[in-house]
């Protein structure tokens, strides 16, 4: 249970980090703008593109009662009906993006949002499924998904943790043998000083599970952050152009920084390599400028070495510096030249 296969992808700790780009609403209700997004996707390096599967009908209900108005986010003044009309993207668009997303050979699946939208996602053949923070307690919903035996990576921000278990529980109960986690702050934008990173591999720990980010800070820092903790998977929003606004466009990536990201965390995840004392080629090269004794004054055959003739000089070419005290005080066998490395076979 501690990896997952996302067509033929395995996805594990060891394993480089599976990289996603979430469309979102960043098409802006435009096809050609939906299609660019996942080509240039492709160009930055991403493993997947993520769509979100659902209608404002499907996910809420045109009411203007206080508690179905927007307060305190991007997005206050909106009702939660008005929103989700603005952000959906149309159903008819999304096989369409499927076949297109896999003649270029990056992975493409969606966060359902009800019973319709798993079943349409079957009919599109998607590797995979995305279970979206807020429908983490939606435990009908994941037993819906579960049932298609395939891959789930699921978020888990504003979750405990007995309902991350319980939602765990009721994927595997359901025929869900391959799950993902990833820790996830549920605010647009996110504050890195709310991203507790560490949860990360006590997830995989708690859970068995591989464990990543679905982050919403904004930049690169977080998630490149995530990598050392053992992040498997790494979630960012992705636009073409944050001026072209949006629902989420103000949190999201562009491409020209989502590449470098990946940049970043590829090297990030070079850097960690292994447990390891050996010394590397390059190290070895270096030891020559280590330090060493060396005479630092003409001494003559006989005479006593002292911290004034002889000292800890770089480079490595005479004795190792820990044998200075046992040196002191003893004579020299021959004419020493200022400069010259210290060897036993001119100590007395």
Request: glycine share 4%; net charge neutral; aromatic share 8%.
């Amino acid at each position: 249970m501690n990896s997952i296969i996302i067509n033929k992808r395995m996805i594990s700790a060891g394993n480089p980090a599976y990289i996603i780009a979430e469309m979102s609403a960043n098409h802006n209700k435009n096809f050609d703008k939906a299609v660019k997004i996942i080509e240039e996707a492709k160009k930055a390096g991403a493993d997947a593109v993520k769509l979100q599967t659902y209608t404002p009908d499907t996910i809420t209900m045109d009411s203007d009662n206080e508690c179905f108005k927007i307060k305190d986010t991007i997005w206050k003044g909106k009702t939660l009906y008005q929103l989700y009309e603005e952000a959906y993207t149309p159903w008819e668009w999304q096989p369409k993006l499927k076949k297109i997303a896999d003649s270029l050979h990056i992975d493409l699946f969606s966060t359902p949002f009800d019973n319709t939208a798993v079943d349409f996602l079957e009919k599109m053949d998607v590797p995979a499924y995305k279970i979206a923070s807020f429908e983490l307690v939606d435990l009908s919903l994941l037993k819906k998904v579960a049932a298609t035996g395939k891959p789930v990576i699921m978020s888990t921000g504003m979750a405990s943790l007995d309902e991350i278990r319980e939602a765990v529980n009721a994927l595997k109960e359901n025929n869900c043998h391959q799950i993902a986690l990833l820790k996830c702050t549920s605010a647009y934008p996110a504050l890195p000083e709310e991203a507790n990173l560490k949860t990360i591999p006590d997830l995989s720990k708690t859970f068995n599970v591989p464990a990543g980010l679905s982050d919403h800070t904004m930049g690169s820092t977080v998630a490149i952050t995530s990598i050392a903790l053992g992040a498997c998977i790494i979630e960012k929003h992705f636009c073409l152009n944050r001026k072209d606004s949006g629902p989420d466009a103000s949190f999201s990536m562009e491409p020209n920084e989502f590449a470098q990201m990946i940049k970043d965390i590829r090297i990030a995840e070079k850097s960690l390599g292994k447990i390891s004392y050996e010394l590397t080629e390059s190290q070895e090269k270096s030891k020559a400028f280590r330090r060493s004794l060396f005479a630092v004054e003409n001494i003559k055959k006989g005479d006593l070495f002292t911290e004034k003739n002889i000292r800890s000089i770089r480079p490595g070419n005479g004795l190792p510096p820990k044998h200075l005290e046992a040196i002191l005080g003893k004579k020299a066998k021959a004419d020493i030249q200022k400069g010259m490395p210290l060897v036993w076979d001119i100590i007395k």
